[in-house]
């Protein structure tokens, strides 16, 4: 059973980077599937960041592709998700999740970020 | 892109069903058979309910059925307990490699 977790700083300030990381268990990130960000800000829906492929190929939300980055390490079977000039608004439980053909079967438990100085 | 919209709730009593409407555009939702929906339960991550309009996964009990007409997408809930209170999200592949989610309905068992 593949296994999702989230690791990465809880505190970001305004304007700086939030970096999180996604480790996979349990199986190869290299099988054939794409692997998701999804974020929801408390109390609120689910939002759709982007996903990466093992390849390296990436797909973004169009609201956030100038400040997002999703990247993916074989070596150590995880990916990453980088997110540049942050705001509060930015402050949420940010998980990641596996695409298996269009539906997300797969989660991590997910992490709280906040934006605060 | 907008989310797909969802009544904010519905509520139903034991052993009763409940129906969630996920209404979006022939951009999302009536453009493709790529319809999901997820339960979440509070502090939880979302769990994959339904898949491809109406597939359910393993596990997945057959209470849970999904339909899809037009643009709007629809999951029942049927014979209503108490686990399945819950929030419950839609979401649609939305083409050139993106994915909407819905706004969220909020399941009371009463």
């Known amino acids: 059973q593949v296994q999702l977790q989230e690791s990465g700083p809880g505190l970001v300030e305004p304007s700086g980077t939030l970096s999180l990381t996604c480790a996979v268990s349990g199986g190869s990130i290299s099988n054939s599937m794409w692997w998701s960000w999804v974020r929801q800000p408390p109390g609120k829906g689910l939002e759709w960041i982007g996903e990466?492929?093992?390849?390296?190929?990436?797909n973004y939300n169009s609201s956030l592709k100038s400040r997002v980055t999703i990247s993916v390490d074989k070596s150590k079977n995880q990916f990453s998700l980088k997110l540049n000039s942050v705001t509060a608004a930015d402050t949420a439980v940010y998980y990641c999740a596996r695409d298996n053909g269009r539906n997300f079967d797969n989660w991590g438990q997910g992490t709280l970020v906040t934006v605060s100085s | 892109q907008s989310a797909l919209t969802q009544p904010p709730s519905a509520s139903g009593s034991p052993g009763q069903s409940v129906t969630i409407s996920c209404t979006g555009t022939s951009s999302d939702v009536g453009g493709y058979t790529y319809v999901s929906w997820y339960q979440q339960h509070p502090g939880k991550a979302p769990k994959l309910m339904i898949y491809e309009v109406n597939k359910r996964p393993s596990g997945v009990p057959d209470r849970f059925s999904g339909s899809k007409s037009g643009n709007t997408a629809s999951l029942t809930v049927s014979g209503l307990q108490a686990e399945d209170e819950a929030d419950y999200y839609c979401?649609?592949?939305?083409?050139?490699?993106?994915?909407?989610f819905g706004s969220g309905t909020k399941v009371t068992v009463l």
């Open positions: 979401t649609s592949y939305a083409g050139s490699n993106n994915y909407v």
């Open positions: 990466i492929y093992h390849s390296g190929s990436t």
